[in-house]
């Protein structure tokens, strides 16, 4: 018995070293690889912000965190794209359309009167000519995203797709909308003034945009689109700020494609407004209210896709050769929120659309897009015939349009997403 157990625990304490040896070289092995990994990672990250940071002749320190570059005009990043290295700027569009809702010719009572916005790293400085202004990538922007591929672009199929034969695929990624759409003619433009607020996000993984899409093509891998507006992203820009943004894709959100000028892609001939730079003041509750133009449209003489923001700042633009569906005209064109629902904790996410309060509760209250027109084959902006409007959870966000001759074709949207009626 006792030799036996001698045995026995002898066996006993021969497995226990190899297995302790095995450990440890597991042990050293994985923080080695641990490490390796993690050093590469930085070696990609470094390379990506080199790639993307392009050396500046002035910086501007904002006052929300922001380092803005400004980056002489041809060293932008869309001069990385090689169908771009012999590409002539095209300084301004050959061709403005025109509308019958100018800002001028508005008329609103004083109750209703809206104020002029900016950009908050203003306040420090101002690009010199010849420049365009760039908001520096950080280390920790890129670190916050998933993949260093994936930093700056949207998840796939986030595009809202009204009356859906197929719900699971308006819902599979978490995106809700809230939308006015007109669709079955060709359009080359689209223009509206977007409220501008700071909605809640729940969680850094979530965020809350209200913006304009430009539609080319069906809702298949290759889908067009052009899109500007504003956003709160934590997980993009590392705070709750509501920022100016644009976004382009010819695939349907997979390989092309990307946030601002965080790929090659738009050309910026603007010196005085940065992409994903904070605009501030925000609209209150029940108090000042602010809103932002914007307007894109097709230049008919070279086909590009054009941007101005407000009515003073032509932005720049989206070459033709990018798309394929929009170098002809768009067949779509869709203006309202998008939120991330992540289901937190089980439930719908609080994260709020617009102003975080719906429809009904109208101006001062709930968000609104106004003066929503299109752009006609002959150039013309003009009010939208049949605006449908979208939505996957009323309960949870919804929109409501109407019409009146100082506002034009107009909507509110939004709510808080997570309420009683909401779980
Ligand atoms: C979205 O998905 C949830 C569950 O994930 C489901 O309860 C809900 O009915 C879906 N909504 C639509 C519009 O399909
Ligand atoms: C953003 O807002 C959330 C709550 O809505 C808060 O928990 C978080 O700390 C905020 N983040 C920053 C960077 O301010």
């Given at each position: 018995m006792g030799a036996a157990g001698f045995s026995d625990g002898h066996r006993g304490r021969k497995v226990k070293v190899v297995v302790f040896l095995a450990c440890l070289w597991c042990l050293v092995s994985l923080s080695c690889a641990g490490r390796l990994s993690a050093s590469r990672q930085k070696l990609e990250v470094q390379k990506h912000l080199k790639r993307l940071n392009k050396p500046p002749i002035k910086t501007i320190q904002s006052p929300d965190g922001d380092i803005i570059d400004c980056v002489h005009i041809s060293h932008q990043p869309a001069f990385d794209h090689p169908f771009l290295k012999d590409h002539k700027i095209?300084?301004?569009?050959?061709y403005h359309p025109e509308g019958v809702f100018g800002e001028n010719k508005m008329s609103m009572g004083p109750k209703e009167r809206t104020n002029p916005i900016t950009q908050l790293w203003h306040m420090n400085g101002k690009c010199p000519e010849n420049t365009i202004p760039i908001r520096r990538t950080k280390k920790e922007d890129v670190l916050r995203s998933r993949s260093v591929k994936r930093y700056g672009k949207k998840k796939h199929r986030s595009v809202p797709k009204p009356?859906?034969?197929?719900?699971d695929l308006t819902n599979e990624s978490g995106h809700q909308h809230a939308i006015a759409y007109v669709e079955g003619d060709r359009y080359y433009g689209a223009k509206a003034t977007i409220n501008v607020w700071e909605p809640k996000i729940q969680q850094p993984n979530e965020f809350s945009l209200s913006q304009i899409w430009v539609l080319g093509g069906s809702f298949g891998e290759d889908l067009n689109s052009i899109e500007a507006g504003w956003q709160v992203s934590p997980d993009l820009y590392g705070d709750n700020n509501t920022r100016l943004f644009t976004y382009w894709t010819s695939d349907a959100y997979q390989a092309t494609g990307c946030y601002n000028l965080l790929c090659s892609g738009f050309i910026q001939v603007n010196s005085e407004i940065a992409m994903g730079a904070s605009i501030s003041p925000v609209s209150a509750f029940r108090n000042s209210q602010y809103d932002i133009s914007i307007l894109i449209w097709k230049?008919?003489?070279?086909g590009h896709w054009w941007m101005q923001f407000g009515n003073d700042y032509v932005l720049g633009y989206w070459p033709s050769f990018l798309f394929s569906y929009l170098t002809e005209s768009a067949s779509m064109i869709e203006w309202g929120g998008e939120i991330v629902n992540s289901e937190p904790d089980g439930q719908h996410t609080s994260t709020q659309m617009g102003s975080g309060h719906f429809p009904e509760e109208g101006f001062g209250k709930s968000s609104y897009f106004r003066n929503i027109q299109v752009v006609d084959s002959s150039n013309n902006l003009k009010a939208p015939k049949d605006l449908g409007t979208f939505t996957e959870k009323s309960n949870c966000y919804d929109v409501q349009t109407g019409s009146n001759g100082d506002w034009g074709h107009y909507f509110y949207y939004g709510g808080p997403g997570r309420n009683p009626n909401c779980p």
């Open positions: 095209q300084a301004r569009p050959s009356r859906s034969a197929d719900p230049d008919p003489k070279e």
